[in-house]
């Protein structure tokens, strides 16, 4: 082992994995967990100290990331019985990579703060693609002093990294930032219904749209990628863009700010779900779409 910090990595998820092994690339050693112990199992082969619980993370490491599928999760592996908070020492850092809420992450901070740890959020943008790239986007809410200890650190698994603010500020851009993804992509799925039905073909709209004022990052990720080759396996869960969604509503309620165009494409992504579509690609809500309408934009 050599002199640089002892990494910590709690979910090793389609983000989670490929973050760790850029540590593991870089002479950093690793001390991972995950429920699913086939993937702890993965890392070791690469080189990471596999560990069976979060506590012994906790132990090991003195900067811990986590990359967990909800806020729920998160706080259960910080608070609970010999979780995370039990087992640091004072002066760990925590980094939150999560997309969760930032009254979830305030929680979790003034607990850590009260233990001497201290708690960043650090939500990501960019995919699998990125975190396999090493150039994710980074959100970091976090007090100045904190941002520059960890700066060396996120540029190991980052491209942009950005200082938001204080601690919660990067789960609040992040969410603003799936806001528009999720009703982007929404408006993306009926206007290609709508196209079709008018007697365009999906790829005339797209070499259109691509150069007009109608195109988005949904459109430019989403459309060839996915739509067109009808196919909606890997990318961007509906599942967890469904969560990042509620995330967007929870705040709204939090601050008495109206979301209208949100919650309608809550039900859109809601009816995905129903569909069985949870586990596909977000794009995938254009089957829901074709189904209800008869058309089908590609495939045929
Ligand atoms: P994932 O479901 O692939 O990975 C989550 C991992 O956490 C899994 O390996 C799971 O076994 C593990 N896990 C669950 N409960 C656990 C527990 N109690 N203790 C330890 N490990 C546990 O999800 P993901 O796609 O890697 O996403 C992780 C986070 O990053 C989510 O909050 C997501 O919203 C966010 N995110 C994902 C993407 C993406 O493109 N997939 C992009 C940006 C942000």
Known sequence: MNNKIKIGFIGLGAMGKPMA??????????????VNAKTVDELVAKGAVGCSNSGAIARASEIIFSSLP????VE???????????????????????SVSPSSTLKMAGIAEAQGIKYVDAPVSGGTKGAEAGTLTIMVGADKDVFEKI?????????????????????????VNNLMLGCNMATLAEAL????????????MQEILSKSSGRSYAMEAKLEKF??????????AIDLQYKDLGLALEAGRENSIPLPMTALATQIFESGRASGLGREDMSAIIKVWEKITNVKVAGE
């Not at 019985?81 to 980094?95: A, H, L, Q, S």
């Not at 698994?157 to 992040?174: F, L, N, R």
């Open 21 to 34: 092994v850029n540590f593991l690339k870089e002479g950093y050693a690793v001390f991972a967990y995950d």
């Open 76 to 98: 259960m592996v910080m608070v609970e019985k010999e979780g995370v908070f039990d087992n640091c020492r004072e002066g760990t850092i925590i980094i939150d990579m999560s």
């Open 151 to 175: 700066k060396t650190v996120l540029e190991v698994i980052g491209g942009d990294i950005y200082h938001v603010g204080p601690t919660g500020t990067g789960d609040a851009v992040k969410i």
């Open 70 to 73: 909800n806020a729920s999760i």
């Open 227 to 236: 739509i067109m080759k009808d196919d909606f396996e890997g990318g961007f």
């Open 193 to 204: 219904i709508l196209g079709v039905k008018c007697g365009l073909k999906v790829e005339t």
